[in-house]
């Protein structure tokens, strides 16, 4: 099993800039698709960017062009650096983990999130 934590969520200014961190434990995160998701009260948790064990990565249409998503194997660790952002970024973000099967990435273990609240 993989642990998530997640950190690096405050308060921010429109325009301003966010670095989000996700550290895993229990295994290697080269192993799995790690994900990004955010989500509002009342409304559907949504994927906000991916990136598979070769380093490809995949963004919402909402974030492309200003957030990016990393890893560092040697920390075990992914990352969200969030800049040009905007009040609708607001959302408790999540980081996530999980195996892929055929062309897509079964996320199945979660943090327990970070806010994020822009203003």
């Known amino acids: 099993h993989v642990q998530l934590v997640e950190s690096g969520g405050g308060s921010v200014q429109v325009g301003g800039s966010l670095r989000l961190s996700c550290v895993a434990s229990?295994?290697?995160?080269?192993?799995?698709?790690m994900g990004w998701f955010r989500q509002i009260p009342d409304r559907e948790r949504e994927g906000v960017a991916g990136?598979?064990?070769?380093?490809?990565?995949s963004y919402a249409d909402s974030v492309k062009g200003r957030f990016t998503i990393s890893q560092d194997s040697a920390k075990n660790a992914v990352y969200l650096q969030m800049n040009k952002l905007k009040p609708e970024d607001t959302a408790m973000y999540y980081c996530?983990?999980?195996?892929?099967?055929?062309?897509?990435?079964?996320?199945?273990?979660w943090g327990h999130g970070t806010q994020v609240t822009v203003s």
């Open positions: 229990g295994d290697t995160i080269g192993r799995y698709c």
């Open positions: 996530a983990a999980g195996p892929k099967w055929g062309a897509d990435c079964e996320y199945n273990y």
């Open positions: 990136i598979e064990s070769d380093g490809s990565t």
